[in-house]
């Protein structure tokens, strides 16, 4: 499985979805602003509103979107339109122009924090819940607070410097998605069952040129070698193709 070619190809579709994604916003944020309401917040982690406190948001819709359109494709939307993946690459290129080398700190015990915070996010509310003995929370619409979750200009900075140069320079290029991201968990529960994984096609050489072109860190050719598809959850696969 040739990793450049492919990515060249894919690469103008990938800046297109991410481009996409980001119009929609911006017609979200439009249609706020001439109506006067609109769907709540965008943010994934509204979704924590939703279950603990039945508030329905636009991030609860998106995430729910995002969770369904995995099951069918797979999980394009880790590698096509999530903006903190762009930030990532876009602060990997950086630190390259500017000559710093990357020093990622390997350790397991990484691979915890990411399902930990999407349990604490997805299903502690609702255990809580059902542990106190309390009902469902009532669904309500919330269509006048889309400020309500954003940050203000000091925490933008902090993010882009944490969650893109901070982490790529400590935990290597696309780790955020790999050891923090707890949406990422999420939608890769849903991928293992998608039509769309990465299989292999004939005999794998084992001439690691899947290896060296992935992103993630992930070792493909043993993956492939062993179960013949990509089976580790970290892959936010941005291209789809059989490997062979």
């Given amino acids: 499985m040739s990793g450049e070619r492919p990515r060249r190809r894919y690469r103008p579709w990938r800046v297109a979805s991410l481009i996409a994604v980001h119009v929609l916003f911006a017609v979200h944020f439009a249609h706020w602003k001439l109506a006067g309401r609109t769907l709540a917040p965008l943010e994934f982690s509204e979704a924590m509103h939703t279950l603990e406190l039945g508030i329905v948001t636009a991030g609860f819709v998106f995430l729910v979107i995002a969770f369904l359109a995995t099951l069918l494709f797979g999980r394009f939307f880790c590698g096509w339109m999530c903006h903190i993946l762009a930030l990532q690459d876009l602060s990997a290129w950086i630190l ?5 080398r990357p020093k990622p700190v390997r350790s397991r015990l990484l691979l915890f924090a990411a399902p930990a915070v999407m349990l604490y996010m997805f299903v502690w509310p609702s255990a809580r819940r059902i542990w106190a003995g ?52 999420l939608l890769g529960i849903a991928d293992r ?33 062993i179960y013949r598809q990509v089976v580790s959850p970290a892959c936010g696969r941005t291209f789809r193709r059989r490997a062979g």
């Avoid at 000091?154 to 050891?179: N, P």
């Fill in 96 to 100: 390259r122009k500017v000559g710093i």
């Fill in 193 to 225: 069952v998608a039509p769309g994984r990465i299989v292999l096609r004939g005999d794998c050489t084992d001439c690691g040129k899947c290896t060296a072109a992935c992103e993630t860190h992930i070792r493909v050719h043993e993956e492939l070698t």
């Fill in 134 to 185: 309390e009902s469902a929370p009532e669904l309500r619409i919330v269509t006048q607070e889309l400020w309500r979750a954003m940050p203000g200009p000091w925490i933008i900075a902090l993010t882009f410097l944490a969650c893109g140069f901070a982490v790529v320079y400590f935990l290597g290029s696309r780790s955020f998605c790999t050891y923090a991201c707890p949406y990422g968990v």
